[in-house]
């Protein structure tokens, strides 16, 4: 049997920010040189003659106005007046042939000296010859050249000639060429320099960006956010400046939407201003804040407050919070599963007292009082704990009653389940976890209550109906007194003294919170009774 391999996919092969950047950009400049200088290459046939055009109509026009020429032209041709100006002016310019005509054509100045005195060969002059100036590409008596004529006009505004110069095409073409070559090396150069500002900017971003690569960064993100999607605390965010840059969807779930509105808009309220004033105090001083509590409407939060630093400098701060309504419920939770191990310790101690008593009676072998014996003890299981395990079908709760039983016993009182509790195991681990917490804090405020060489009774009745679960917590201690009855949930109220009034004001907070309600009627000094009720159905028990 021939046994297959699975190939592994083959990871894509990322490309590094320098070689991804040197070639962006390095595309886009050369795009741009290429592009400049190749229209350039293009017209600039046209920008040299036009250059050189310039060049010698200057150079005519400078030759029309000197004095020297003006009175050659007085002269005959033959007067050698204006030959060595011109041919000083040629030489230095570079120029194919500078001559002087009068108004008949005739030479006063040419490299070929013996052409002086002699007519000019060629009709492109003949507009100079009218006052005005004149380029033209003719061929005369040397060679093929660029031609440009300017008139000359005396100190009486008469014009008495014309110059005419001109440049060898030859010489326009070399021109040209040289241009061109100008232009790969400006091409050339400008890669170079643009090469190093690539680097340049390749080694700055790496910096900035702390040697990661693009890649490295989205995948870092990405991690970042699943990060931050799945801790349970809720992550507030700002940068230096108190801007919020972040808030994560569990804050978003813990905090209603007009402090969400608030704090994205920079806006300070009753539901924003502690948690404003410890990010500003953080970002200003750099001091931390820890285990801070925060009333947002009916909800406690858990907050800490710390600085985020970078090169020794705040650059913003991060705010962490829970509810600790959550930390309360889990605390419960832990409460009664070691009331309820408690619970079972204290029993097994008491089975192994009884396991004893009835190997003493088989050692000494009283049978008959053996037997009276287990009868007995087999009755007080069945009405005690039996009877409570019938009723109370989840083990958390019934531990917690029987622990709660066995701590009113030793402090001389009395706590019964009522015969008509039922309350089956249908409670979710939240549900179970508020009614610990219900049953708890109103069993305690009843033993609190009791007077201590009194004994006190205190009932308790569980009934499940139609996925809601009633409860009925009595007693017949002193009572409330009927002034404090409108505010003893209230956080902080207590007939017991300061720093208490906790436990009622989280009673009703985590049954509102399961959408159940709790009452109180009560009677000074006859009897005070609650009622709670909350949904018992684990979600898929209908009602």
Not at 11 to 26: E, F, G, Q
Not at 93 to 109: A, K
Not at 135 to 152: H, K, Y
Not at 300 to 309: H, K
């Amino acid at each position: 049997m021939r046994q297959t391999q699975q190939t592994r996919p083959v990871k894509p092969r990322h490309m590094k920010l320098s070689t991804l950047v040197t070639l962006m950009v390095a595309a886009v400049m050369m795009s741009v040189l290429l592009s400049i200088h190749l229209l350039y290459f293009v017209q600039i046939d046209d920008f040299t003659r036009a250059h050189l055009k310039d060049k010698a109509l200057a150079v005519a026009r400078t030759l029309a106005e000197n004095p020297q020429v003006q009175h050659g032209l007085t002269l005959p041709a033959t007067s050698n007046i204006i030959q060595p100006l011109a041919t000083s002016v040629r030489i230095r310019n570079d120029l194919l042939f500078i001559t002087i005509i009068n108004m008949e054509g005739i030479r006063y100045s040419h490299p070929n000296p013996q052409l002086i005195n002699q007519h000019f060969i060629g009709s492109d002059f003949l507009p100079a010859l009218q006052g005005h100036e004149n380029v033209a590409i003719n061929r005369g008596a040397l060679a093929d050249a660029l031609r440009v004529f300017t008139p000359i006009f005396n100190a009486q505004h008469k014009q008495i000639g014309v110059v005419g110069i001109g440049i060898a095409l030859n010489d326009v073409s070399a021109q040209v060429a040289k241009s061109r070559w100008n232009i790969v090396w400006t091409v050339l150069i400008g890669a170079l320099v643009g090469g190093l500002g690539i680097l340049i900017l390749v080694t700055r971003l790496k910096r900035i960006l702390l040697g990661l690569e693009p890649y490295e960064i989205s995948s870092l993100f990405e991690q970042r956010q699943a990060i931050l999607d799945s801790v349970r605390e809720g992550v507030i965010a700002v940068d230096e400046h108190a801007r919020v840059t972040l808030i994560n969807q569990a804050a978003r779930e813990l905090l209603p939407e007009s402090a969400i509105h608030a704090l994205l808009n920079g806006e300070k309220n009753s539901e924003t201003a502690v948690m404003l004033a410890g990010l500003l105090d953080t970002l200003h001083h750099g001091n931390a804040h820890y285990d801070e509590e925060l009333h947002v409407r009916e909800r406690i939060m858990i907050g800490n407050t710390v600085p985020v630093r970078s090169h020794q400098r705040i650059i913003g701060a991060v705010f962490t919070f829970r509810d600790k309504t959550e930390i309360n419920r889990l605390m419960q939770r832990l409460d009664g599963m070691v009331n309820y191990v408690d619970a079972l310790r204290e029993r097994s101690h008491e089975f192994m007292n009884k396991l004893h008593v009835i190997l003493g009676l088989l050692h000494i072998k009283h049978y008959s009082r053996l037997e009276e014996y287990v009868l007995q003890t087999a009755n007080n299981y069945q009405t005690e704990i039996g009877s409570l395990l019938q009723k109370i079908k989840s083990p958390v709760i019934a531990g917690f009653l029987l622990s709660k039983i066995n701590r009113a016993s030793d402090m001389a009182h009395r706590l019964t389940i009522s015969d008509a509790s039922d309350l089956p195991d249908y409670g979710s681990e939240q549900q179970v976890a508020v009614l610990v917490t219900v049953l708890g804090n109103l069993i305690e405020n009843a033993l609190e209550a009791f007077d201590e060489h009194n004994g006190g009774d205190i009932h308790v009745l569980l009934h499940y109906q139609n996925g809601w679960l009633t409860c009925e917590v009595g007693d017949d201690g002193p009572g409330i007194p009927t002034p404090m009855l409108e505010t003893l949930f209230d956080r902080g109220v207590s007939s017991k003294g300061e720093q208490r009034g906790m436990g009622l004001f989280l009673a009703r907070q985590q049954t509102e919170g399961l959408g159940g309600r709790i009452s109180v009627e009560s009677e000074p000094g006859v009897y005070t009774q609650f009622l709670v009720q909350i949904p018992w159905n684990k979600g898929n028990i209908t009602a």
